[in-house]
């Protein structure tokens, strides 16, 4: 998946609906190799079985606007520790309801650019981005005068994509830049985050 350039939103959306048609369709293999739990990977005969259906709701953005995309996720259960499991897939991250692909781009980009804040970062041809009203939303579900997609939005973004549980992106590390600007982070815990970021949504990018 290229997160580098923003991705056409009907594709991401569709995407999702596809995802959500296997789950529901229960057509659907566990792909993580080991469970998250205890670590141990099944044999053939002893596969994670599904367990539950999780419904989600994700962030789309279209625009300038923020589109609310429902969808289901699979959990499964690990034959050896019998614990259960939420699987992520390549659009989405445990705790964020904003698509990774989404995410990604404008994190990066604000990590390589030496001259972009987040609060720059977050607009859309230098304008905010605002909820989009659907025929399911209720009276008062969203305020949608106020902008939806904040500076701290952003922030939270690149602390989640900075961190050490990400692999290491194969073919070593990234090209060395002197990045990020000095500006930018306060303590060295922080710029260790941002380098994580840039090289994860490099690697994401395949580009790492």
């Not at 445990?94 to 781009?105: E, F, G, Q, V």
């Not at 001259?115 to 009276?139: C, E």
């Not at 990234?174 to 490099?202: E, G, M, N, Q, Y």
Request: charge should be positive; proline fraction near 10%; include cysteine.
């Amino acid at each position: 998946m290229i997160v580098t350039g923003r991705p056409s939103d009907g594709q991401l959306i569709a995407e999702i609906a596809a995802h959500s048609d296997r789950v529901r369709k229960g057509n659907h293999r566990c792909s993580l190799s080991c469970c998250p739990h205890c670590g141990r990977a099944p044999e053939p005969a002893l596969f994670f079985r599904r367990h539950a259906l999780r419904h989600r709701e994700f962030l789309v953005i279209e625009g300038r606007y923020v589109r609310s995309v429902f969808a289901l996720l699979a959990r499964w259960r690990c034959p050896f520790c019998r614990r259960t499991f939420t699987e992520y897939p390549s659009f989405a991250l445990p705790h964020k309801r904003y698509a990774i692909p989404n995410m990604a781009p404008r994190a990066l980009k604000y990590v390589e650019d030496d001259g972009v804040s987040y609060r720059k970062s977050v607009l859309n041809t230098y304008l905010p981005i605002f909820h989009r009203p659907g025929p399911a939303d209720g009276p008062g579900a969203y305020d949608d005068r106020e902008p939806v997609l904040a500076h701290t939005t952003l922030y939270r973004w690149v602390s989640a994509l900075g961190r050490d549980s990400w692999p290491a992106p194969p073919g070593g590390q990234p090209p060395a830049r002197s990045i990020p600007a000095d500006w930018k982070f306060l303590t060295t815990s922080r710029r260790d985050v941002l380098l994580a970021c840039r090289r994860h949504c490099l690697m994401l990018a395949g580009l790492g």
